[in-house]
């Protein structure tokens, strides 16, 4: 598989990791970052102050894990990718901890990824702190498993950090997929935005809860919130949940959620123009996914996504 | 090329067409103007098959088959197009994208090899300059953001490029400007031909200067009350449509 994945050394840092325990067999050395692999299960990752990772450290997972603890900081300075993907359609990972700690101006682009794998069971709990002008720009992309849990709990600690979270869920054939997002803003003239699309179809069911809370002592705030949702059929479900614990009057907040099925008036207007109704269903649904794909910096690791 | 017996359509149980009749043969333009409220856009969008709409009697025939119950890509296969009052918005959708898309469904329809990508750029390219669109429209999403005669233009530039037996213009003139209306006469007069028909629906006899119809139609509370030539147009324009609405 390896010389098939996009995973390979030429591209980026591959940090194999099955049943939780890390492989270094395939990893080429030196790297630019210290590795200390948890022999419970995970590992600790650190990149020193003022370093610029040059390629994405790609963490791959396969198998089953019952928990997995993973830690990774960047100190002053550092600037990194990482991509979390899960590739194996057999992957059971429950309980898996991941937290990110962003010194002062860190910056980190973060991918999970999972393409559609009809059996698996993941569940990933991120805790992210974030010291003063921190930025981290999160992309959750979650294509379809047997039940798919992320959970985000962040904290701004330090003045002018910024989060930006972007998330594409779906939900097929009896999958539950569910994004759990709260973002707490503890410091004056943070930032954070969410904006998260999905969609529920046959029997799937997607949850979105997504939550800000601003303390007291923090000002001149912002943050923003948006999911958009397909239902796609009368016997899928979703379940949007916006949350906002506001502290402080110096602040400026939104947030929008909507629910809904494809535009009626675009569908027809493309079966106007000879194209078949289910053709035009996927044209637009691939439009509405497009919208947060078209997004992601990084994108070769999606392969052949045929996400729709 | 389109016969319309007897049609009543009802939107949300309200009795919109009341009876509606229409001979419309293979290379001849007819215009149905009429007062807001007449039921105009409501033929149109029943033509194209428009789901809202019911037809509770009569029936429409394009080209010798009856189409009450075909989908809407069923009649655009057999060569129906609408040229929309209010083109949809469509986020996300590549306006040539979607062109090339439908334009290829037509096309296996027919039996007929799809274009490629570079072919049929070159060849929307070519029709969007003849109706004063430029490139740049090719590469947005579908109609977003369009002017009002952008989207209208946009219309137009499908019906050239898609080539329907039976067009359906629906007040493709409101939101036309006087150079844009030429333009659009004279794309749409290089349709002309035998084995193609028109309907054109409008409110002012200004795009008649430019495609000038064989029979104009007055519509007045869901039929026709009156059908002449294209003086009919004019005598309307000058004394409106007082007349028709006592009966």
């Known amino acids: ?308 | 090329m389109l016969v319309i017996k007897n049609l009543h359509v009802s939107v949300d149980d309200k009795p919109i067409l009341k009876g509606l009749n229409l001979h419309l043969p293979p290379g001849k333009v007819h215009a149905i103007m009429g007062p807001n409220g007449s039921g105009k856009s409501t033929l149109a969008n029943v033509l194209a098959g428009k789901p809202s709409y019911t037809i509770t009697d009569g029936e429409i025939i394009l080209k010798g088959v009856k189409i009450n119950e075909l989908k809407p890509e069923e009649r655009a296969r057999a060569g129906l197009f609408l040229a929309s009052q209010y083109p949809v918005e469509i986020p996300g959708v590549n306006n040539l994208y979607f062109m090339r898309t439908a334009y290829n469904e037509l096309r296996k329809h027919r039996q007929e090899a799809p274009l490629d990508t570079i072919d049929f750029m070159a060849l929307a390219k070519q029709k969007a300059h003849t109706v004063g669109l430029s490139e740049s429209f090719l590469n947005r999403a579908v109609n977003e953001g369009f002017s009002g005669g952008e989207k209208k233009r946009n219309e137009i530039l499908q019906m050239l490029l898609l080539e329907p037996s039976m067009a359906v213009m629906d007040e493709t003139d409101s939101g036309l400007d006087v150079d844009a209306l030429r333009l659009i006469g004279t794309a749409v007069n290089t349709l002309r031909q035998a084995d193609r028909s028109f309907l054109i629906i409008t409110h002012y006899p200004r795009l008649l200067d430019y495609i000038e119809p064989d029979v104009v139609h007055v519509m007045v509370q869901g039929r026709f009350q009156q059908s002449g030539s294209k003086a009919l147009a004019h005598q309307l324009e000058k004394e409106g449509y007082g007349e028709f609405l006592t009966v």
């Open chain 1, 1 to 308: 598989m390896e010389n098939f994945s996009p995973f390979n050394a030429k591209r980026c840092y591959t940090l194999p990791f099955n049943h939780g325990l890390y492989q270094p067999g395939s990893t080429i050395m030196p790297l630019p970052f210290v590795l200390t692999p948890n022999l419970q299960g995970g590992m600790e990752l650190r990149i020193a102050e003022n370093t610029v990772v040059d390629k994405p450290i790609a963490l791959i997972f396969s198998g089953r894990s019952e928990s997995m603890h993973h830690r990774v900081i960047l100190e002053n300075g550092a600037k990194a990718t990482m991509i979390h993907a899960i590739l194996d359609p057999q992957a059971e990972l429950k309980q898996q901890a991941l937290h990110i700690d962003l010194s002062p101006r860190a910056e980190l682009e973060f991918y999970h990824y999972q393409p559609e794998l009809a059996e698996a069971v993941v569940h990933t709990h991120y805790f992210i702190h974030q010291e003063t002008h921190s930025q981290l720009r999160g992309y959750y992309i979650n294509l379809g498993g047997k039940s798919l849990e992320t959970t985000i709990s962040a904290q701004l600690k330090g003045e002018y950090a910024h989060l930006k979270l972007t998330g594409f869920y779906k939900a097929d054939h009896q999958q539950l997929v569910r994004q759990t997002l709260a973002i707490e803003h503890c410091a004056s003239h943070t930032q954070s935005q969410q904006f998260y699309k999905g969609w529920a179809q046959a029997r799937g069911q997607a949850y979105f809860d997504g939550k800000i809370v601003v303390a007291k002592g923090a000002q001149k705030v912002e943050a923003h919130q948006t999911n958009r949702n397909l239902l796609l059929s009368k016997t899928a479900s979703v379940e949007t949940k916006p949350q906002l614990e506001i502290y402080n009057d110096d602040v400026i907040c939104s947030h929008g959620a909507t629910v809904g099925d494809l535009d009626e008036e675009a569908l027809f207007y493309l079966q106007s123009r000879g194209v078949a109704y289910q053709t035009a269903r996927h044209i637009l649904m691939e439009a509405f996914a497009n919208e947060i794909f078209n997004q992601l910096p990084e994108s070769w690791f999606l392969g052949e996504v045929d996400h729709v």
